[in-house]
């Protein structure tokens, strides 16, 4: 009999794909997803420990599970409660100490032993912690299954980051780097385009920093063989026949190489929009935040992909109030706002993770200079964001149109520069990429001119944007 899996997700797009995973792993025991933890046979709290207070969210989702939990025994059944994600590898021991009826603490290089422990756990009572870092790729045991949504996918190529930036819990929690092996990652790219993706994202903490071996090196043994870098692995995946456009992310500016400016240059499939995280416009800040990179090098460097593909457009990372920030490092992010330009961004207060060397720097800023700067750096990238959609006005975009919008006969789509796009069309165009002509544009999204037959122009978007 089919047993009912309610998963949670908090934070990252990883977690989402890590969740997708482990609801893959986990059909094969009999556990179908389900959307209510009410009556659930197993919860899961994929979580994650980047945002403020997390472990404390986590907490309290667990006292109110532990209702159903209790209410469930009553009923003579079992729920099993597990938390998972990036909180479970930093404070696995605490919340075996402060949540005992949790059954199961598990980090993310784990996943591919739920199986192990949720047998451990229905056969046993007691807590299955398993938070160390195993040697062998968790990859390795993975089913191969494919979860594609509305003709996209996520694809994970690398894991970990050991950049060490000193706000940054990710090399704790997520461990040193790793990257899959390229005939891996080539072969589930074939199964997600199989299963309906025509778009792929290429996922990692660290995803430039990918140097995956080639058929017969070992990545961790000693006799490190050929391995190719991110630039490469696009190149060959762009060669599959389906795969229509490709993305990745998050990036670290210090490491974008050569090779992968000239994929930008010469992989038409490779959507041109780029989110590269700055944090700081600042030299001291990014200094004081081990970033490897100055704000110069990080003007150089997006000087250098535009040069490589002049209509690429970015979108970044920022922190406001990071210890020792004065108004003028603060201004100087604002400079480098003005001088560069981003189709969007993602911006954030400075806010302490224990552990993390920032966290017990001297000169915490003060919360009401945080909001003030936040509010400010906000405030004039939404002005950026908007200005860029409504230049958008006019233009043809090829657009992945992946599914139904709000309204009646209403699809919605994402162009190459993952603006929203909604468009009265018919339904048997979902799924694939048309060329539409930009009639409106909102803060967050675009609106195009209705169509009502399949064009003739439905192509590669990528080569529908070169022409
Ligand atoms: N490369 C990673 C980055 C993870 S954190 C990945 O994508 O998996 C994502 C962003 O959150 C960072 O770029 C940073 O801007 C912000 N961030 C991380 N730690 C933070 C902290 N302690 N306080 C505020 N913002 C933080
Ligand atoms: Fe975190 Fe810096 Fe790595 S932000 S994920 S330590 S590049």
């Known amino acids: 009999m089919a047993k009912s899996l309610f998963i949670k997700t908090y934070g990252c797009q990883m977690n989402v794909y890590d969740s997708n995973r482990m609801t893959d792993i986990l059909a094969p025991l009999g556990y179908e997803a389900s959307s209510t933890p009410d009556g659930a046979d197993m919860v899961i709290l994929n979580t994650c420990h980047i945002r403020e207070k997390a472990a404390e969210k986590v907490f309290s989702e667990l006292g109110r599970l532990r209702f159903l939990k209790e209410a469930k025994q009553e009923a003579g059944e079992n729920m099993i409660l597990a938390v998972a994600g990036c909180v479970a590898q930093a404070e696995g021991d605490e919340i075996v100490r402060r949540a005992p009826y949790v ?6 290089q784990t996943y591919h032993r739920l199986p192990e422990m949720v047998a451990r756990a229905s056969r046993q009572a007691g807590v299955v912690l398993d938070t160390d870092f195993p040697v062998e790729s968790k990859f390795d045991h993975m089913p191969n299954t494919a979860s594609v949504e509305n003709s996209t996918a996520f694809l994970t190529i690398q894991e970990g980051c050991d950049k060490f930036c000193t706000f940054c819990v990710v090399p704790y929690t997520r461990g040193t780097e790793f990257s899959r092996p390229v005939a891996e990652v080539l072969d589930e790219a074939r199964r997600l385009r199989d299963a309906g993706a025509r778009e792929i994202t290429l996922l990692g903490q660290n995803v430039n920093a990918y140097h995956g071996a080639v ?10 063989g050929p391995e190719r870098g991110l630039g490469d692995l696009i190149r060959d995946l762009a060669e599959i026949d389906g795969i229509e456009r490709l993305r990745y992310t998050t990036s670290y500016p210090a490491e974008v190489d050569d090779a992968l400016i000239e994929a930008h240059r010469d992989v038409p499939e490779l959507m041109p929009f780029l989110h ?9 800040v990014l200094s004081a ?6 704000s110069g090098q990080y003007r150089d460097l997006v000087e250098r992909l535009r040069a490589a593909r002049p209509d690429i457009g970015l979108s970044s990372d920022f922190i406001v109030g990071f210890p020792g920030e004065t108004e003028k490092d603060f201004e100087q992010s604002m400079d480098l706002i003005r001088d560069i330009g981003f189709l969007q961004a993602f911006s954030f207060k400075y806010s302490p993770r224990p552990g993390t060397p920032a966290a ?18 906000q405030a004039l990238l939404v002005e950026q964001q908007v200005q860029f959609n409504k230049s958008c006005i006019g233009n043809d975009m090829p657009v992945l149109l992946e599914k139904f919008g709000r309204h009646d006969g209403q699809l919605v789509g994402r162009s190459p520069y993952m603006q929203a796009v909604h468009v009265q069309a018919p339904a048997d165009l979902l799924g694939s990429i048309v060329s539409l002509r930009i009639d409106g544009s909102g803060e967050n999204s675009l609106s195009a001119t209705a169509i009502d037959t399949k064009p003739s122009d439905t192509t590669s978007g990528a080569a529908r944007m070169m022409a």
Request: hydrophobic residues 30%.
């Open 289 to 294: 935040m081990n970033r490897r990179h100055d």
């Open 215 to 224: 058929a017969g090196g070992s990545e961790r043994g000693p006799e490190r």
């Open 276 to 284: 590269l995280p700055v944090q700081s416009g600042s030299d001291r």
């Open 103 to 108: 059954d199961m603490v598990f980090g993310p």
């Open 360 to 377: 017990s720097m001297p000169n915490q800023v003060e919360e009401a200079d945080k909001s003030r700067r936040l509010a400010a750096l």
